[in-house]
Antibody
Framework: EVQLLESGGGLVQPGGSLRLSCAASGFTFSDYAMSWVRQAPDKGLEWVSTISGSEGNTNYADSVKGRFTISRDNSKNTMYLQMNSLRAEDTAVYYC??????????WGQGTLVSVSP | SYVLTQPPSVSVAPGKTARITCGGNNIGSKSVHWYQQRPGQAPVLVMSHDSARPSGIPGRFSGSNSGNAATLTISMVEAADEADYYCQVWDRGDHLRVFGPGTKVTVL
């Protein structure tokens, strides 16, 4: 059974930093791309970033490019999202997702990031 | 970047058919994927590659894609189908994943 468990969310001031983690199990982690998708309160889904399985190639949405960094440690079956220079508009539930390149196969339950003074 | 459109809401009586559209320029040339998000829950994939149902998704769910619109059809709608539905495509050129704005399905 695929399990994706996010952690690291919380309250942070504007301009601050936060690091999210996603622990994966139930599949061969290094074989698959992984992504972060976020959802602001009462808003729709927004793709944030993707990292490929073994090569570590990355892609970012324009809204986070230059501020967020996605990474992974295949030895630990874990993906990360380093978020710097956080803004109020980054407030959202962040979902860890198993990415089949064209689409998102499995989703975690999400971790809430709140950016507020 | 590629833009998807969806109606904000669709209302349907139990036992009837709900059709949710997803519009985009020549979307028929892309693969469209659909997600269901019930209140307070994480999204779940309900349709991939236009019309492929993942394991565990009822046969009441079907999909199509042609021209400038893709459609997710839910037959014999049940109360449990009340949720937000999002379409999504992969912008191959820019390696971007794009979501539609979502459609709230209300079961009357």
């Amino acid at each position: 059974e695929v399990q994706l468990l996010e952690s690291g969310g919380g309250l942070v001031q504007p301009g601050g930093s936060l690091r999210l983690s996603c622990a994966a199990s139930g599949f061969t982690f290094s074989d698959y791309a992984m992504s972060w998708v976020r959802q602001a309160p009462d808003k729709g889904l927004e793709w944030v970033s993707t990292i490929s399985g073994s090569e570590g190639n990355t892609n970012y949405a324009d809204s986070v490019k230059g501020r967020f960094t996605i990474s992974r440690d295949n030895s630990k079956n874990t993906m990360y999202l380093q978020m710097n220079s956080l803004r109020a508009e980054d407030t959202a539930v962040y979902y860890c997702v198993k990415d089949l390149i064209a689409y998102f196969e499995y989703w975690g339950q999400g971790t809430l990031v709140s950016v507020s003074p | 970047s590629y833009v998807l459109t969806q109606p904000p809401s669709v209302s349907v009586a139990p036992g009837k058919t709900a059709r949710i559209t997803c519009g985009g320029n020549n979307i028929g040339s892309k693969s469209v994927h659909w997600y269901q998000q019930r209140p307070g829950q994480a999204p779940v994939l309900v349709m991939s590659h236009d019309s492929a149902r993942p394991s565990g998704i009822p046969g009441r769910f079907s999909g199509s894609n042609s021209g400038n619109a893709a459609t997710l059809t839910i037959s014999m709608v049940e109360a449990a189908d009340e949720a937000d539905y999002y379409c999504q495509v992969w912008d191959r050129g820019d390696h971007l994943r794009v979501f539609g704005p979502g459609t709230k399905v209300t079961v009357l």
